[in-house]
């Protein structure tokens, strides 16, 4: 207790750690990045109501940047660069992408960042730090409370499955429970299907980018990755789609056909290139956390191979990102090596 009183008291005194300075620059860069992503949309969007979602978006996005900024320039850290409307967006190009879908996508962003903005306020030890995630978190819980209103309004939420509410709490009492590769599979638990019913929504939105991206982007090796990412998320949609369906359990749609017919970038391909790699990347940690609730043997499996394909795809992105030299370095630990070498 003493030691938390004086934190509060000398916390301008107190160095960021390592913890902090990762979460400050990973949210300048992603909110930087949603910039640049809501505001051609929000140029293009005819929906009044969703127009009045993005723009609030990116009212918080914006006011968070001179704050990391703040909290960086305070402790002589290097502020990133991120991205900007001048250098990463066309707002001249047609809109990529229909409104129901950006209704969609600001669902799963803010679902991103929710989660991102807890796992901050949990490996922050400085109180200001911790006051501001807190506030960011309860902005994003009324921001994705209002989004989950309006898709239902417009009915194009779709619930995770419904299952039959046990009469009492039972006790797994064999081996079978775990099984499922032999013999007879136990049904699929709540919190299994909870976990892949989440990923699949992320899987969408995914397929969703990656078609409008490849249909614009002007890179050939680029245009090649996102296809591949299609493809392959594509595959992952369809198990975890095969594994709901065997259990008679109903599914997310997909939103392919939200894409329009525009082949005009919005977005240079340095953003659209980093925007699915960073999602790729948030995608293994939701893959992870659906396998840690799988207790049946085949599901663990699946999601294991799933991810080794997840971060076989995110590490062939990050050097494509590095070969173009639009891969951005978080701040680094000392090289005690190279600075002994220095003498």
């Avoid at 008291?9 to 992503?37: G, K, R």
């Avoid at 939103?255 to 990347?281: C, G, Q, R, W």
Wanted: with cysteine; proline share 4%; aromatic share 8%.
């Amino acid at each position: 207790m003493l030691e938390v009183m004086f934190l509060k008291e000398t916390n301008h005194l107190v160095s960021l750690s390592s913890a902090e300075i990762a979460n400050l620059w990973t949210q300048y860069i992603n909110d930087s990045l949603s910039i640049c992503i809501l505001s051609h949309a929000v140029t293009k969007v005819e929906d009044a109501e969703i127009k009045e979602i993005l723009e609030q978006a990116i009212g918080m996005a914006k006011s968070h940047l001179p704050i990391i900024e703040g909290f960086f320039k305070e402790k002589s850290i290097p502020v990133p660069k991120g991205f900007s409307i001048e250098d990463d967006v066309n707002m001249s190009a047609p809109a990529l992408f229909t409104d129901q879908f950006l209704l969609v996508y600001m669902h799963v962003m803010t679902l991103h960042g929710m989660t991102g903005y807890a796992g901050a306020v949990g490996s922050s030890a400085r109180n200001d730090q911790i006051e501001y995630f807190l506030d960011c978190n309860v902005g994003a819980m009324k921001l994705y409370q209002k989004i989950l209103e309006m898709m239902l309004k417009k009915g194009i939420y779709s619930r995770p499955p419904n299952i039959h509410i046990p009469e009492k709490v039972d006790m797994v009492d064999n081996q079978r429970y775990l099984a499922g590769w032999f013999g007879k599979k136990r049904p699929l638990n709540a919190a299994e299907i909870s976990g892949i019913s989440y990923n699949m929504q992320k899987t969408v939105v995914k397929v969703t980018l990656e078609i409008g991206f490849s249909q614009v982007s002007r890179s050939k090796s680029i245009q090649k990755y996102f296809l591949r990412g299609k493809e392959m998320c594509e595959k992952h949609f369809s198990i975890l789609r095969s594994t709901l369906q065997k259990e008679d359990l109903s599914s997310p749609p997909t939103f392919a056909s939200e894409v329009t017919d525009s082949i005009t970038p919005p977005y240079s391909e340095k953003l659209m290139l980093n925007h699915i790699v960073l999602l790729v990347s948030a995608a293994i940690g939701f893959y992870g956390a659906g396998l840690s609730v799988s207790q049946r043997r085949d599901l663990a499996a699946e999601y294991t191979r799933l991810l080794a394909e997840m971060g076989l795809y995110a590490n062939e992105g990050a050097q494509l990102l590095i070969e173009n030299g639009w891969l951005e370095q978080p701040p680094l630990a000392h090289d005690r090596d190279e600075l002994a070498r220095r003498k």
